[in-house]
């Protein structure tokens, strides 16, 4: 399908996420990722921040509020709650959570799962999966439009882990 890969490897795609939970027989199913030189501890609270705002192009689904670039100190997310806030409304809801591993989130019959994949020298892969049903039409514009804005947001994540890389790590006791 159109749009259905960006920034993923083959066995990325084969593995299981936590959205696959929810749809059975998915007629949309689209990966994305991207490497954030930070480890998973620092990529999780922006993650984890989705629900105040999208952090993907502010100026379409945000009504041109910036996505917030400094941590909220936001309680951890739990099932039930809201999952991300666009144009200054909270939508949809979070359908499961492991802390600082993955977020998986629903809008419009669509799931979404974001997870942490920790690896070597303090880096991460961040990896979302979409999934839902739609009509075999309506599918390859869905995965198109969330190519281009899911990739946005993904990027945003890893620019914020980086550049503040130990705000989501505790202190050394040294």
Request: glycine fraction near 8%; charged fraction near 25%; proline fraction near 7%.
């Amino acid at each position: 399908m159109i749009g259905d890969r960006w920034g993923v490897s083959d066995s990325e795609t084969l593995r299981s996420y936590p959205c696959d939970d929810f749809v059975a027989s998915p007629t949309l199913q689209a990966w994305r990722g991207v490497h954030v030189k930070a480890p998973a501890d620092a990529v999780w609270p922006w993650v984890a921040q989705v629900r105040l705002a999208p952090y993907s192009y502010d100026w379409i689904d945000n009504r041109g509020r910036r996505s917030p670039r400094e941590l909220a100190g936001l309680p951890e997310p739990r099932a039930g709650e809201h999952f991300t806030t666009a144009c200054g409304r909270e939508v949809g809801r979070i359908v499961s959570v492991e802390v600082g591993k993955h977020l998986t989130g629903t809008i419009m019959g669509v799931f979404m799962s974001y997870v942490l994949v920790p690896e070597d020298h303090g880096t991460t892969r961040l990896l979302l999966k979409v999934v839902g049903r739609t009509s075999r039409w309506i599918a390859p514009a869905v995965s198109l439009g969330d190519l281009i804005m899911a990739r946005r947001q993904l990027l945003n994540f890893r620019q914020l882990s980086e550049r503040h890389p130990h705000q989501g790590t505790a202190p050394d006791p040294d």
